[in-house]
């Protein structure tokens, strides 16, 4: 190869390398970095859609500057200000089209046209000479994210629209990664956001610690329990069991918000739950992407170092003496993920858990856990005589029906199936092969129908 030929090579594999370490620096700053950037514009500057937008902004400059000038020695501190310096840029804009507006408010009224408010005009010395890296006191850093969390489960928005938020602001996913994530078109999910931030300006939702702070966290532990369902277990029509990058997104946004409430022991519950929940990923699925059920899975695959670590969160849990849904289902959990093998499975202990968390919750998922695991305690027969009446209960208070939920079905047959009666275990596989969404559970339905058929 000519000189000119290898010096050329050389430096295009340099600028790629240069490439590769930019994007992984910019991956991990959007991730580990921007909500807490987020959080602290939208205090100093009172708008959070000018503080989510600006740091978007600064980490597309990112991707551009970084491979050629390398990646600063403060990654975070280099976001802050460039988002900072963005959003005083759009201010002062915005300013400068209103005060032509407002100049222009008298020929305006004269033709007919409503005179504009005369909004507070943006300072042009606000900022003056604040040109300082994000050295900011540690714990405002850490009230302004916490507040940034709570707003992201405010009441006044739907359920859908705080998983957005939060994924957005606080997990610091982009608009199109959020809605590959849950399947939906990426203007659906981009209009959703835009509204979510719409109403919290104009209801003037505040940036701040609100006085139910209890209700708003169990909100906000909630909504990320969905997200990590969603991922375990996709109702969508992903042909995958479990999504394996959302239950990462859903852990890693959970431990954020353990970092924020280290002394919350449902926090702990939660976050115990889903490793232990995601120490199964590899174990649910054959090579054919086939459903593989609990008692069948090849427990070496297990990840013991995400049971060990749930194991030793669960415990420092439970000794804050404050019980709780999550910690009762990290529990249960937990009886799963120690067993040896299937029959070493402590069912007993966990039928009584389930009856905890029954009284708990009153709900009828719950219900149905406890009437399996009553089943493989004491027999298919008790199963049968507590799931019997469940499909007529609501789920949630309101429709629709447990009767509609394809997992009744399925355990019902599963248990006629056990109390050998294969002809009612067929009915109720076909009516929960009718009712599942996912393909591979789908798959596995099937194969049981026919095998209850053949029995």
Known sequence: MPPDDAQAGTEASARTVAREVADAAVTRVASEESGRVIALLAHRFGDVDLADEAVHEALITALEVWPVQGVPENPAAWLFSVARNGAIDRMRRAASARRRILAAAPELHARGFVTPDPALA????????????????????????LRLVLLCCHPALDRDTQVALTLRLVGGLSTPEIAAAFLIPETTLAQRIVRAKRKIRDARIPLSLPADIDERIEAVLTMLYLIFNEAYLSRGTADAVVRVDLAAEAIRVTRVVQSLLPDAAEVQGLLALELFQHSRTWARTDAHGDLVLLEEQDRSSWDRAQIESANEIVAAALTRMDPGPFQVQALIAAHHANARTADETDWPGIARLYGQLEAMTGSPVVSLNRAVAVAMADGPRAGLDLIDGLDRR????????????HLLHAARGELLLRADEPAAAALAFERACALARNPAEKRHLERRLREARTR
């Open 122 to 145: 943006f300072d042009e010395d606000t900022d003056a000479g604040e040109e300082q890296d994000m050295i900011v006191d540690p714990g405002s850093v850490h009230d302004e994210h």
């Open 394 to 405: 609501d789920v949630l208070g309101g429709s629709p029906r447990l009767g509609d939920y």
